[in-house]
Nanobody, 118 residues
Framework: QVQLVESGGGLVQAGGSLRLSCAAS?????RAWFRQAPGKEREFVAA???????AYADSVKGRFTISRDNAKNTMYLQMNSLKPEDTAVYYC???????????????WGQGTQVTVSS
């Protein structure tokens, strides 16, 4: 059983930056970020494999950067040029394959709120 704990969320103005962190209690192959805005389904944001292969949703490509420190079992999401439509609860996930579907991931964190004001 792997436990995931997110941190780094908060309130920021449009155009600003935030960095999210996700600490894991154990080693995991693939890590990912998803987000869920009020009244919407949870959606894929970015994923990274153990060997640093990455994937991004089109909506965040060029603005967000996913990375990981395997020695610390920690993953990061650097979010730049934030927009009000990025407002959501951001969830960390862990799984075995580099996928974009919720079903690709076995473990989930509790989420951290990101709010972008206009």
């Amino acid at each position: 059983q792997v436990q995931l704990v997110e941190s780094g969320g908060g309130l920021v103005q449009a155009g600003g930056s935030l960095r999210l962190s996700c600490a894991a209690s154990g080693r995991t192959a693939t890590r990912a970020w998803f987000r869920q805005a009020p009244g919407k389904e949870r959606e894929f944001v970015a994923a990274i494999s153990w060997s640093d292969i990455t994937a991004y949703a089109d909506s965040v490509k060029g603005r967000f950067t996913i990375s990981r420190d395997n020695a610390k079992n920690t993953m990061y999401l650097q979010m730049n040029s934030l927009k009000p439509e990025d407002t959501a609860v951001y969830y960390c996930a862990a799984g075995r394959t580099l996928g974009r579907r919720i079903d690709d991931y076995n473990y989930w964190g509790q989420g951290t709120q990101v709010t972008v004001s206009s």
